[in-house]
């Protein structure tokens, strides 16, 4: 594996961070709203992107979203050890539970400790979630499947 690094990333990388989020066919609307949060990696020395994960927070809870790795460095160990560093910022940061949204990718969530709940469970609990709010007035949130990890 190329050696890489997990950094926050800040409002200069998201040029880099939609390209990767478009190729991964994953939405970047709200991604860096106030109550967001989202983490980066990138090949030590060179200005590639190659891995996405963002949390939306709320009051006890947090919105694991848009995670995504370059199809070049997935099976790799990246993409885990990306959505362990978002745990690890949503509990630093007091929420004791995090949601996340998937149509195709349940078993890969399941695999982290995840189970699938009502999406009005995620409404209620993230209700000013820019993603949430996104979802709805495209019309996706009724096809999403919602899914819980208790940390």
Request: aromatic share 12%; glycine share 10%; charged share 20%.
């Amino acid at each position: 594996m190329t050696d890489i690094i997990i950094r926050y990333a800040t409002l200069d990388d998201f040029p880099r961070v939609k390209v990767l989020l478009q190729r991964c066919h994953l939405s970047t609307e709200g991604l860096f709203e106030p109550g967001s949060q989202c983490w980066l990696i990138e090949e030590f020395g060179k200005q590639a992107v190659v891995g996405v994960a963002a949390m939306e927070f709320g009051d006890s809870s947090g919105l694991l979203r848009s995670v995504g790795i370059d199809p070049v460095f997935r099976k790799q160990g990246l993409g885990a050890a990306l959505t362990n560093t978002a745990f690890e910022g949503c509990r630093m940061s007091g929420r004791s539970t995090v949601y996340c949204f998937s149509t195709g990718a349940g078993s890969y969530w399941q695999r982290f400790g995840f189970r699938e709940v009502p999406v009005s469970e995620v409404t209620d609990a993230l209700p000013n979630s820019p993603q949430l709010i996104y979802f709805e007035r495209v019309g996706w949130l009724p096809t999403e499947i919602a899914w819980r990890k208790d940390l």
